[in-house]
């Protein structure tokens, strides 16, 4: 009988055919080397150090100011004035009181012209400063000032300017000396002076040249080559002897030059010979204090309302009049419309503000 447990030579063979192949597999494994995780990096140039890896730092963190106003950021105070130690005294007084009535910190500075303080206040190093009408008008202009506080001088927030002649010279007057106020159109009344010889005090003055001579260029008048006399004095006494100019002009509201104590001593006939022919409404503002525009707008009202309660005060006024060298006599808060006929006054004159206040400076 067959044995069927022998192994037949066939199936021998398939066995030995599968030992062989599974042996070649494993030989093929132990090759093949296993796989490297891939890295990204950036070529360096030949030569080069080899780049080692350092921490990210951090950006410096930027000192921050304390709020405007604290210790380390005071509000500051620009004057224009030579440094006296009265002022100086007074100055650093006025900086006590606003501290005291507003919590903030001040800083005064003084600047010895104009043009110093201008370039302060573009740089954005003083917030707050005293500006003349010119002044302000430029600074206004250049987007640097915005009024806050008027000055009331000699009692008066804005004065104005006189037309005045011999009363010889056979012109009319449109001005009501007892009730001290102008009649009539200003237009004809300054007309008369068309082809006349005016006496202007000098070639930089507000009420003694720029205004008058805009106020005759808006009534269209053209007049003669001017004499500058430097003095409004020696301008009544040109009108008063007759044969130098025309027509004189001079500031009013503040005074009279008429009523000097040179020309009532030396010409004490002189009210009943030089007449007034015209004479203008306040027009021209007093010194101001004014504001940067980055100083914002509810710290403004907190000082305005503070240096009004410092005029209030018993020697309030005086301690202003000190630090500015210039009287004051109140203080009230206006806007820049304030200065609106001021504007009026002098646009036909298309002044170059800037060659006027910095005669010193290159243009």
């Known amino acids: 009988m067959p044995n069927h447990h022998q192994q037949s030579p066939r199936a021998g063979l398939f066995f030995l055919v599968i030992l062989i192949f599974m042996g070649i597999l494993t030989a093929c494994a132990a090759e093949t080397p296993p796989p490297t995780p891939t890295a990204t990096y950036t070529a360096v140039p030949e030569g080069s150090p080899t780049p080692t890896q350092t921490p990210t730092q951090r950006p410096s963190a930027t000192p921050t100011l304390p709020p405007l106003g604290g210790m380390g950021n005071p509000i500051t105070i620009g004057f224009i004035l030579p440094q006296t130690n009265l002022a100086n005294v007074a100055a650093q007084e006025l900086a006590d009181l606003l501290a005291e009535e507003t919590g903030y910190v001040f800083e005064v500075l003084f600047y010895p012209d104009f043009p110093s303080l201008s370039i302060a206040t573009n740089n954005g190093d003083v917030h707050l400063f005293w500006l003349g009408p010119l002044e302000y008008l430029h600074l206004n202009w250049e987007g640097a000032a915005e009024v806050m506080l008027m000055t009331n001088h000699l009692g008066v927030f804005a004065y104005g300017v006189q037309f005045m002649t011999n009363i010889r010279s056979g012109f009319r007057s449109y001005f009501d000396m007892e009730a001290g106020l102008s009649f009539g159109d200003p237009i004809e009344a300054l007309q008369q002076f068309s082809g006349t010889r005016p006496c202007f005090l000098n070639p930089q003055s507000t009420p003694g040249y720029f205004v008058p001579l805009g106020l005759l260029a808006n009534a269209s008048t053209p007049t003669l080559e001017p004499v500058f006399t430097y003095n409004y004095n020696a301008t009544i006494r040109a009108l008063y002897i007759q044969g130098i100019c025309d027509f004189g002009v001079s500031f009013a509201l503040t005074g009279d030059p008429l009523t000097s104590s040179d020309i009532l001593l030396n010409l004490p006939d002189a009210q009943e010979q030089i007449t007034v022919i015209w004479r203008s409404e306040g027009i021209i503002p007093n010194l101001n204090l004014s504001a940067s525009p980055t100083l914002p707008v509810f710290i403004r009202f907190r000082i305005e309302e503070a ?53 010193l400076i290159e243009q």
Do not use: C, K, M, W
Request: net charge negative; proline share 8%.
């Open 307 to 359: 240096f009004i309660r410092i005029g209030d005060r018993p020697d309030g006024l005086n301690l202003i009049s000190t630090a500015l060298d210039y009287n004051v006599e109140g203080l009230r808060a206006v806007e820049d419309h304030f200065y609106n006929p001021l504007r009026s006054a002098i646009a036909p004159l298309e002044l170059d503000l800037q060659s006027i206040l910095y005669p």
